[in-house]
């Protein structure tokens, strides 16, 4: 079967975007692929954490991913520092990378306008870790969103190189393919939506979070930013807000952006925003409902976690081996 990876740094608190960008098309890939869903700690770490928050915030993020109905019977969910690989790997992948590559990636670009104070040199190596973590299990695909395009070209770009100085015989890497959903990819803010939702931003209304109670979600969205006019129509350009809230209902019921349109075409936005919460309570709802239950058993989240850790150390211990050879490293 082929592979998929993919994960989540737990940083802030899980947002819809996190669900419809990422977390909702992972749930069905176990038919078809062999899963690997990581929760990326050590990417976290790139910004300044506060330790107990860090680690409540691991236990929640599990749990939610858990509660979202990802099975780790069908799945194997794991958390990045269990898997020492992980930073192995990336070290070498360091020296396969271009300083310069790296500075053209706008994610480095935009975290650090906003923690000036901290540009430290993981936040600039954040892709290559990232590239280690993908390159590891020999991916043939990555689920993400739009916001991570730019990281795994970059990805795709090291395995190359790497395989054409060290592959001739055999590639060492498989070059992994992007896997972005067709709506739902670029979740937007509900106050600034010319920027994507983030879990980490500091504004709590410009985000819609999997654990916010109902009313706030219907609070939130009722307030979201709309635009001039009153016509429900998908233009990101002209109506930035309007657009983002058609993406979300389109995402979270199923349903394509035209049939919307036309649906909610010459109602105003008062029926249309209604809607739109209706969908989001809905889906967010059971998942909620589950949320408690899972989280009370730290327990069995540690033992779901161990066993993870296990059968994802097992795929990426053989990577790093065929890259220490092939690199000339003498075996231990
Ligand atoms: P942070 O602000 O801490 O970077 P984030 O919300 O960007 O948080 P990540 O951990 O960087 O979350 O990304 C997790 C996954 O969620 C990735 O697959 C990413 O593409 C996806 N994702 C993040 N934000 C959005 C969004 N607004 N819309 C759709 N997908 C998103
Ligand atoms: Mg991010």
């Given amino acids: 079967k082929p592979v998929v990876l993919s994960g989540i740094q737990p940083s802030g608190h ?5 669900y419809l960008g990422a ?19 050590l990417h976290a770490v790139t910004v300044r954490q506060d330790p107990a928050e860090l680690r409540e915030r691991c236990y929640e993020f599990i749990s939610l991913y858990l509660a979202c109905g990802l099975d780790p019977a069908k799945n194997v ?14 070290w ?19 975290k650090s306008a906003k923690h000036v104070d901290n540009i430290n040199a993981g936040l600039f190596s954040y892709p290559v870790l990232m590239a280690a973590d993908i390159l590891l299990y020999q991916a043939n695909a990555v689920p993400v969103g739009d916001d991570q395009k730019q990281h795994l070209e970059l990805t795709r770009d090291v395995a190359i190189r790497f395989n054409n100085v ?46 916010d109670p109902p009313d706030t979600l219907v609070r939130k969205i009722k307030r979201a930013v709309t635009d001039l006019g009153s016509e429900v129509r998908f233009d990101v350009a002209e109506k930035p807000g309007v657009s983002n809230l058609m993406s979300i209902l389109a995402a979270a019921s199923n349903r394509s952006i035209e049939s919307i349109a036309q649906e909610y075409d ?4 008062g029926k249309f925003k209604q809607a739109v919460a209706d969908a989001v309570v809905a889906t967010l709802e059971p998942v909620q409902a589950r949320y408690r239950e899972v989280r009370d058993d730290t327990e069995g989240l540690r033992r779901v976690l161990r066993d993870g850790a296990e059968r994802a150390s097992a795929r990426a211990d053989a ?10 490293f003498i075996p231990a």
């Fill in 14 to 18: 899980l947002t819809l975007g996190n």
């Fill in 23 to 41: 977390i909702k098309n992972w749930l069905p890939l176990h038919a078809s692929h062999d899963c690997y869903y990581m929760l990326v700690d």
């Fill in 77 to 90: 969910l794991f958390v990045q520092s269990h898997v020492p690989a992980h930073a192995r790997l990336a």
């Fill in 92 to 110: 070498v992948l360091n020296c396969y990378t271009q300083f310069g590559e790296l500075s053209r990636m706008t994610q480095f670009k935009d």
């Fill in 166 to 211: 060290h592959g001739a015989d055999k590639p060492v890497f498989t070059v992994p393919e992007p896997m972005i959903p067709p709506v739902g990819a670029r979740i937007m803010g509900l106050q600034e939506p010319t920027k994507k939702m983030s879990k980490s931003d500091d504004a709590p209304t410009n985000a819609l979070y999997l654990l």
């Fill in 266 to 269: 010459g109602q105003g936005y």
């Fill in 319 to 328: 990577t790093l081996q065929r890259v220490h050879d092939a690199l000339g």
